[in-house]
């Protein structure tokens, strides 16, 4: 006899084991249509299985989000059905779920893919789909493994890397069988809006000693609105790319003198100020004081914060008076040392000092992209000191000041919340049990939700990441809350506590954007390289119809302007009207203000925002304050 509990707390006892489809059917038949897999204590089942045991138990449908993972594997099974029906001397490596994906890893002997290719596959996939084949599992012991796939060199491989005694399963469907732990669909029925998207090289196991194999990759959805609204993104994806955005919009440049360290052009660089102005204003108005620490410091420094001996290899080195010196990889270790330059009582609690600071860290030059992946960069971090009674309050005011940043520019976000490792970490267990259940706290005191991630913390402390959510429905991990049991003991920091004894003060790294660099290149796409007002290089474009006549009045309205320091660029070129506004729109200018014999008459403007086709006519001053509330109220 064994109960199973159902997500509304009910619970339903069994006398027998019972296969996963007679007990969705003994809740309902109509569900038993839908279901797709289930999830046994938190982990994600096919419907093949059986329920034996006492258990909490979800019924997933299309309708749940873990559901997308098992018909995008199963799609990735299919996809290998196709090719080895077309290519039968395949040979596969592995077929996992990505970010919205799926991939297959194919070696296809002397054949070549190309992109035309891809329709085929489909044609043919789309037709083992229609047939409704069943998705069979079967376990074999290893040995039997080994036989069965002893023709496929990459599944041997992986069949001996498993531990001797596993057992091992395969799913079946047509004459098409599969080395795979699942799960899986019941059938090819379900799999019905895919698309295969695009060819790679990629190397066996990752190892460029190895074969190259062909990686074919694919997504699939469960309906047809899902898949078109994913590849309407995936096409605006590869329209705003920030490298083409930033040459186009004269932002930023890269040099084959500098490998992923990136040029700020006059454009790009206003972009940056106004992001760092922000940043700025709302730190000082939180209470922040603001440092600024060497670029490079003795490596000494780099022993005592532990990066000398676990971060060596990302860390660029040099000599000074025949002592060696690293540039710094992060900011905090010089943030220690200016902590310890003053003694702290806990009246000075909670301490909290940010810095903006330029930190290089060594990536390989196949790894560079854009502003996305750099090797230098600005690292929006910030230190506070406070007690271990002073953690809710300190994180939950934290959270909100990042929910603020991130509102002003549209982005939504979720948090999770990282755990201990299971091995590699410092400090007691029970001060670790403490510092999650602080940041835990801090969350549910504000009412926001969040995720766990068990056991994904640093080795140093347990953290809280932002994920962000762009225009285009990509996951950016951004901010974090970083509590640190390292560095304030490997610098030895002290404050003095009421009882005049000293202590030992909890601190904590936060960041909000994390790399201004990179934050740039998110906002980039995020808006498709057309920024709101306040971020804009240029605001307004001055367009006089006619330079011989209409230049007078232009300068007159660029002078008021940039007198509210309003970005302001004309154009007195001799050329077309019509030919300026399409420039102007191109460059992605917020408000293009045409001038020609009323305006000059009438002493108004007549304004066309960006991507607009209306044109509304202003008196000058209306203009100006339309544009400075816009400004202000980061519109
Ligand atoms: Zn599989
Ligand atoms: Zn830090």
Same mark, same amino acid.
């Given at each position: 006899?064994?109960?199973?509990?159902?997500?509304?707390?009910?619970?339903?006892?069994?006398?027998?084991?019972?296969?996963?489809? @007679?007990?969705?059917?003994? #809740?309902?038949? =109509?569900?038993?249509?839908?279901?797709? $897999? &289930? *999830?046994?204590?938190? %982990?994600?089942?096919?419907?093949?299985?059986?329920?034996?045991?006492?258990?909490?138990?979800?019924?997933?449908?299309?309708?749940?989000?873990?559901?997308?993972?098992?018909?995008?594997?199963?799609?990735?099974?299919?996809?290998?059905?196709?090719?080895?029906?077309?290519?039968?001397?395949?040979?596969?490596?592995?077929?996992?779920?990505?970010?919205?994906?799926?991939?297959?890893?194919?070696?296809?002997?002397?054949?070549?893919?190309?992109?035309?290719?891809?329709?085929?596959?489909?044609?043919?996939?789309?037709?083992?789909? @229609?047939?409704?084949?069943? #998705?069979?599992? =079967?376990?074999?012991?290893?040995?039997? $493994? &080994? *036989?069965?796939?002893? %023709?496929?060199?990459?599944?041997?491989?992986?069949?001996?890397?498993?531990?001797?005694?596993?057992?091992?399963?395969?799913?079946?469907?047509?004459?098409?069988?599969?080395?795979?732990?699942?799960?899986?669909?019941?059938?090819?029925?379900?799999?019905?809006?895919?698309?295969?998207?695009?060819?790679?090289?990629?190397?066996?196991?990752?190892?460029?000693?190895?074969?190259?194999?062909?990686?074919?990759?694919?997504?699939?959805?469960?309906?047809?609105?899902?898949?078109?609204?994913?590849?309407?993104?995936?096409?605006?994806?590869?329209?705003?790319?920030?490298?083409?955005?930033?040459?186009?919009?004269?932002?930023?440049? &890269?040099?084959?003198?500098?490998?992923?360290?990136?040029?700020?052009?006059?454009?790009?660089?206003?972009?940056?100020?106004?992001?760092?102005?922000?940043?700025?204003?709302?730190?000082?108005?939180?209470?922040?004081?603001?440092i600024?620490t060497p670029?490079?410091l003795n490596k000494d420094l780099w022993v005592v914060s532990g990066h000398w001996f676990n971060y060596?290899?990302?860390?660029?080195?040099?000599?000074?008076?025949?002592?060696?010196?690293a540039?710094k990889p992060m900011n905090c270790p010089g943030g220690m040392l200016v902590y310890k330059r003053d003694i702290h009582s806990?009246?000075d609690f909670p301490l909290k000092v940010g810095e903006?600071g330029?930190?290089?860290?060594?990536?390989?030059?196949?790894?560079?992209?854009?502003?996305?992946?750099?090797?230098?960069?600005?690292?929006?971090d910030a230190h506070i000191f406070m007690t271990?009674?002073?953690?809710?309050?300190?994180?939950?005011?934290?959270?909100?000041?990042?929910?603020?940043?991130?509102?002003?520019?549209?982005?939504?976000?979720?948090?999770?919340?990282?755990?201990?490792?299971?091995?590699?970490?410092i400090g007691?267990?029970?001060t670790?049990?403490?510092?999650?259940?602080?940041?835990?706290?801090?969350?549910?005191?504000?009412?926001?939700?969040?995720?766990?991630?068990?056991?994904?913390?640093a080795f140093y402390g347990?953290?809280?990441?932002?994920?962000?959510?762009?225009?285009?429905?990509?996951?950016?991990?951004?901010?974090?809350?970083q509590l640190d049991m390292n560095l304030p003991e490997r610098f030895d920091l002290t404050y003095i506590?009421?009882?005049?004894?000293k202590k030992r003060p909890v601190m904590l790294h936060r960041?909000?954007?994390?790399?201004?660099?990179?934050?740039?290149?998110?906002?980039?796409?995020?808006?498709?390289?057309?920024?709101?007002?306040?971020?804009?290089?240029?605001?307004?474009?001055?367009?006089?119809?006619?330079?011989?006549?209409?230049?007078?009045?232009?300068?007159?309205?660029?002078?008021?302007?940039?007198?509210?320091?309003?970005?302001?660029?004309?154009?007195?070129?001799?050329?077309?009207?019509?030919?300026?506004?399409?420039?102007?729109?191109?460059?992605?200018?917020?408000?293009?203000?045409?001038?020609?014999?009323?305006?000059?008459?009438?002493?108004?403007?007549?304004?066309?925002?960006?991507?607009?086709?209306?044109?509304?006519?202003?008196?000058?001053?209306?203009?100006?304050?339309?544009?400075?509330?816009?400004?202000?109220?980061?519109?």
């Open positions: 006899m064994f109960q199973i509990t159902l997500p509304d707390g009910s619970k339903k006892a069994f006398e027998q084991p019972i296969s996963a489809l @007679e007990f969705i059917e003994s #809740i309902s038949i =109509s569900l038993k249509k839908r279901a797709i $897999a &289930l *999830q046994i204590d938190g %982990d994600v089942f096919d419907l093949n299985g059986r329920l034996d045991h006492d258990s909490s138990v979800r019924i997933l449908t299309d309708q749940d989000v873990e559901s997308i993972e098992v018909l995008r594997h199963s799609t990735a099974h299919l996809l290998a059905q196709a090719v080895k029906s077309m290519y039968p001397q395949a040979k596969f490596g592995v077929g996992p779920t990505v970010e919205d994906a799926f991939y297959y890893d194919i070696d296809l002997g002397e054949d070549v893919l190309t992109e035309s290719d891809l329709a085929k596959i489909e044609k043919v996939m789309h037709k083992y789909a @229609e047939q409704n084949q069943p #998705i069979e599992k =079967s376990i074999l012991s290893k040995q039997e $493994a &080994l *036989q069965f796939f002893q %023709d496929d060199p990459y599944k041997v491989e992986l069949i001996e890397s498993f531990p001797d005694g596993e057992t091992i399963s395969t799913y079946r469907q047509g004459d098409f069988t599969d080395l795979c732990r699942g799960p899986h669909l019941l059938s090819t029925k379900w799999i019905r809006h895919f698309k295969l998207l695009s060819l790679a090289g990629a190397y066996w196991r990752g190892d460029s000693k190895n074969k190259q194999l062909t990686r074919v990759y694919g997504t699939s959805f469960f309906n047809k609105e899902a898949l078109d609204q994913h590849l309407y993104w995936l096409e605006e994806r590869k329209k705003r790319d920030h490298r083409k955005l930033g040459k186009e919009l004269d932002l930023f440049m &890269l040099s084959e003198y500098g490998p992923g360290f990136p040029f700020w052009l006059p454009k790009g660089m206003i972009l940056r100020r106004e992001l760092e102005n922000f940043w700025y204003k709302i730190h000082v108005k939180h209470g922040y004081q603001l600024q670029i490079m060596r290899e990302n860390m660029y080195v040099s000599e000074i008076d025949e002592q060696e010196f540039i806990y009246k903006l330029l930190v290089h860290r060594h990536e390989a030059s196949g790894a560079l992209n854009g502003l996305f992946r750099v090797r230098n960069f600005t690292q929006d271990e009674d002073q953690i809710v309050e300190e994180v939950a005011a934290l959270v909100k000041l990042f929910e603020y940043v991130y509102s002003v520019f549209g982005l939504h976000y979720h948090i999770e919340l990282s755990t201990r490792p299971e091995e590699k970490y007691e267990i029970a670790w049990d403490r510092a999650e259940k602080a940041l835990a706290d801090a969350l549910d005191s504000i009412g926001k939700p969040y995720k766990i991630n068990p056991g994904d913390g347990p953290k809280l990441d932002f994920k962000l959510r762009d225009s285009m429905n990509r996951i950016w991990q951004c901010g974090t809350i506590a009421p009882s005049g004894e960041a909000l954007f994390g790399s201004i660099e990179r934050f740039i290149g998110i906002l980039i796409e995020h808006y498709a390289g057309a920024f709101p007002l306040w971020l804009a290089p240029v605001q307004v474009k001055v367009i006089p119809v006619n330079i011989d006549v209409h230049t007078d009045y232009a300068k007159q309205l660029i002078d008021t302007l940039q007198v509210h320091d309003i970005r302001v660029e004309a154009d007195f070129r001799d050329e077309k009207l019509g030919y300026k506004i399409r420039e102007a729109q191109t460059k992605k200018i917020p408000y293009q203000v045409v001038l020609g014999d009323a305006e000059v008459n009438n002493n108004t403007v007549n304004v066309r925002p960006y991507g607009s086709t209306e044109q509304t006519t202003l008196s000058i001053d209306a203009f100006v304050q339309m544009i400075l509330s816009e400004i202000e109220g980061k519109k």
